[in-house]
């Protein structure tokens, strides 16, 4: 069993920048491609970046390209969000999620391929 632990979110204004992070507990954590998901409020959640086991290869929705940056840190067992020009529409509860056996980093949009979940982090932009 892996455990997730996101940390980081909190009220941010309209413009501003936050960079989450999540912590993993398993230590063959450089096996894992690692995502980041959001869900908002009467919302489905949604992909917003991935990042292959190596950190070689990653992966943005569109929307979020140019604003946000996914990477990693596998001596640390933690991937991280940086997000810049905040909106209120990145208001969200934020997920990272591992997927074990990753081959290709269009793999890492897909909800269904991951096989543990982080608990989620609060982030609200204010404007």
């Known amino acids: 069993q892996v455990r997730l632990v996101e940390s980081g979110g909190g009220v941010v204004q309209a413009g501003g920048s936050l960079r989450l992070s999540c912590a993993a507990s398993?230590?063959?954590?450089?096996?894992?491609?690692m995502g980041w998901f959001r869900k908002a409020p009467g919302k489905a959640r949604e992909f917003v970046a991935g990042?292959?086991?190596?950190?070689?290869?990653?992966l943005y929705a569109d929307s979020r390209k140019g604003r946000f940056s996914i990477s990693r840190d596998n001596a640390r067992k933690s991937v991280y969000l940086q997000m810049n020009r905040m909106t209120s529409e990145d208001t969200a509860v934020y997920f990272c999620a591992a997927a074990l056996g990753v081959r290709f980093v269009r793999e890492l949009q897909s909800e269904d391929r991951y096989d543990y979940w982080g608990q989620g982090t609060q982030v609200t932009v204010s404007s």
């Open positions: 990042i292959t086991s190596s950190g070689g290869e990653t």
């Open positions: 398993e230590r063959t954590f450089n096996m894992f491609g």
